[in-house]
């Protein structure tokens, strides 16, 4: 055999080696919030079916959820000092923070991995298309901070 056809045998081993062990290896890219126990309590009224649909989105990205079913909604806004203008239907607890209505995934791992000093994040209202809820999505979700009842944009989706 002459030294190009050694040549082209030895960069084919190599490259299928380098190909092989990349793609099928056992080793995993983790993020920041997946080395986090994920545990959330979500605060939700007995009749509230969206809430459940939330609910599911968490436990598809690994969450541990645990359901509490409250008649008294307001008064979990107001332990939380969640402003009115902020409240959905329903209010979650995960790690030090509340999380309330139907925040994007994004949005909570963002929280989560950057751990700002806040009390919690917020998306208004009942937004169509946002995790629990039927329909597409029309318009920016805008999340918000709040701290001590205050608010400001946390970030758009």
């Known amino acids: 055999m002459n030294?190009?056809?050694?040549?082209?045998?030895?960069?084919v081993v190599i490259?299928?080696?380098?190909?092989?062990?990349?793609?099928?290896?056992s080793k995993k890219t983790v993020s920041p919030v997946s080395t986090q126990t994920k545990n959330a309590?979500?605060?939700?009224?007995?009749?509230?079916?969206?809430?459940?649909?939330f609910t599911e989105?968490?436990?598809?990205?690994?969450?541990?959820?645990?359901?509490?079913?409250?008649?008294?909604?307001d008064s979990i806004k107001r332990e939380h000092n969640i402003p009115s203008a902020m409240q959905s239907c329903h209010t979650s607890v995960i790690g030090n923070y509340f999380v309330e209505g139907h925040v994007p995934l994004e949005a909570i791992d963002k929280l989560l991995a950057e751990s700002p000093d806040i009390d919690g994040i917020a998306l208004p209202g009942m937004p169509p298309g946002s995790p629990g809820m039927p329909g597409a999505k029309t318009e920016d979700f805008i999340i918000y901070s709040i701290k001590d009842g205050e608010v400001s944009e946390f970030m758009r989706l």
């Open 15 to 25: 490259f299928a080696g380098v190909f092989y062990f990349g793609k099928f290896s």
């Open 41 to 53: 309590i979500v605060y939700k009224s007995p009749t509230c079916g969206c809430c459940v649909g």
């Open 57 to 73: 989105f968490l436990k598809r990205d690994d969450y541990a959820v645990e359901i509490k079913e409250i008649t008294d909604m």
């Open 3 to 11: 030294l190009y056809k050694k040549l082209i045998i030895v960069l």
